[in-house]
């Protein structure tokens, strides 16, 4: 996506003030004052009762004694279930804000990312944000809406999303009673840890970028029994069957194994949980975490910055466990995503992706 240059569409005169997202892509405007908005060739929208409803395209609304925002942009179109993606946005001026959400129509939606600076030069900033699409995702009509603010100038960009289908493993795994007792028994302990971590994975902190390289797989020489996206049945003892997604990858090794750190970031948790055992996680990039569980011990602290491979705790099968192994999981904003897609390349390239979008640019305009 290309800079508003260009911009063909709708010099309309909206005499409404505040700009709010209303969910199902729409944007009201309500109070008396004068705002201006431009949308690139081929945006599709409707006005009803003084509220803007986008539906395709990019939008840039602005007071009328400023200026349009003109970011360039580079967003994805398509992407499997586990998949990553970055979405990149650089300007000429000073953010304030940038918002990524994969969203179907009419619902919640699936995923969201704050954006977060990863480089000035000048004027010239450099944002990213790493949207996660959920193993359990399904092939329907989705959008990828991402908004942009700058003091009292907004940018919504809204562009059709597809997924790619992905065959994932089916698995049976019985359970004694005790732990059928642990897994499924009620326990304020439990509910108290889930709400603890739910509220951790999904905050990102902005100064947070410590690692834009792959991510190092803890132990690459041990036996996998369970990967990402893995289908779950479980057999209770005594119960019927529940289902899951596994949203790791399980590494069998010898207790007391070391574990290193998949790559350079800060540890904001090191404590034990009932669920989970000894648990470890890492932020390496705002919003962007990786974990560790089940461990026989734990040998770093909150608060701790560590490089990568540097040996962070040790295999154990504390908690819900079989038998030793390490669980690896990875999450982006709270939604977790395929960690071995994340060994493969960066997590960003920053300089890849704006060398493209100049040379969209350039040919654009011809």
């Not at 240059?5 to 309500?30: K, M, Q, W, Y």
């Not at 840039?60 to 925002?69: A, E």
């Not at 997924?163 to 326990?187: C, M, N, V, W």
């Not at 491979?309 to 192994?325: D, L, N, R, Y």
Request: hydrophobic share 40%.
């Amino acid at each position: 996506m290309s800079r508003l240059a260009g911009r063909s569409a709708i010099p309309a005169l909206l005499f409404l003030l505040l700009v709010r997202p209303l969910g199902a892509g729409t944007v009201l405007l309500n109070d008396p004052y004068l705002m201006l908005c431009v949308t690139d060739p081929g945006a599709r929208y409707t006005i009803v009762d003084g509220a803007l409803h986008p539906a395709q395209g990019l939008f840039s609304l602005f007071p009328p004694w400023g200026r349009p925002l003109e970011p360039r942009i580079k967003a994805p179109s398509e992407g499997r279930p586990g998949d990553l993606l970055p979405v990149f946005v650089s300007s000429d001026e000073p953010l304030g804000s940038v918002m990524v959400t994969l969203q179907e129509p009419g619902k919640q939606d699936l995923s969201r990312a704050v954006g977060f600076r990863v480089s000035s030069a000048g004027a010239r900033e450099t944002w990213a944000a790493l949207i996660g699409v959920p193993a359990g995702a399904a092939a329907h009509a989705y959008s990828l809406g991402l908004r942009i603010t700058a003091g009292a100038r907004s940018c919504l960009l809204l562009k059709p999303f597809s997924f790619q289908r992905r065959a994932f493993f089916s698995e049976r795994i019985g359970l004694t009673k005790d732990l059928t007792t642990l897994y499924a028994a009620p326990d304020p302990r439990k509910v108290a840890e889930y709400r603890v971590l739910s509220r951790l994975l999904s905050t990102a902190h902005p100064d947070a970028v410590y690692e834009t390289g792959p991510l190092l797989l803890p132990l690459p020489a041990a036996r996998r029994t369970s990967g990402y996206g893995d289908r779950r049945e479980y057999l209770l003892a005594n119960a019927g069957p529940e289902l899951s997604i596994h949203e790791g990858v399980d590494l069998a090794a010898p207790t007391d194994t070391p574990v290193p750190a998949s790559g350079r970031g800060r540890v904001v948790f090191a404590s034990n949980r009932m669920l989970t055992g000894n648990t470890i996680i890492i932020e390496h990039l705002p919003g962007l975490f990786s974990i560790y569980y089940h461990l026989s011990a734990l040998m770093v602290a909150e608060g701790e910055v560590v490089e990568k491979s540097q040996i962070i705790g040790k295999v154990g099968m504390t908690g819900f466990a079989t038998g030793p192994h390490l669980h690896w999981e990875v999450q982006s904003n709270g939604i977790a995503v395929d960690p071995d897609e994340l060994t493969q390349g960066p997590l960003l390239d920053i300089n890849a992706a704006f060398h493209d979008i100049e040379a969209r640019n350039s040919t654009e305009g011809r």
